[in-house]
Structures are given as C-alpha cells and as structure tokens.
C-alpha cells in the first residue's frame, strides 16, 4: 500500500508501519528514513507507550516504484 502525500513535495517514504490491536489495522506511520523507523519501534516496545499497547506489521517501500 503506497501512501498519497497530497502539500509535499517529492518526498519519498522508506516503510509504512501498521499498527494493529487483534488483527484490525487502526493507524499507520509513514517513515521516511530507517532512523525514523527505528525510533518509532523503539516507541512500541517503551513500557506505558502508547504503541507498546499495539502488535504492528511494517511494510517497506520499493524506491523504484514511486509515490502516487
């Protein structure tokens, strides 16, 4: 699933992260960068975090592809 950036510029997403509660998908994070990858996994498995309440799956993006 490639993410529709509408007032960026070519901006070009690395992964989208779905954060899931019992298999149902209820919100996402564009990433842009591994670091901004890395620091919103780093969130989930922070205790009293609001995404370490949430299973999560991570969806990276071919570069080749594009960004609609």
């Known amino acids: 699933m490639k993410p529709t950036f509408i007032g960026f510029g070519p901006t070009t997403a690395k992964a989208v992260i779905f954060w899931l509660k019992e298999d149902d998908i209820v919100s996402k994070t564009v990433c842009y960068s591994e670091q901004d990858l ?31």
């Open 38 to 68: 890395q620091d919103m996994l780093d969130k989930h498995s922070t205790l009293g975090s609001l995404y370490n309440s949430f299973d999560y799956e991570v969806e990276y993006i071919n570069a080749h592809e594009g960004v609609a």
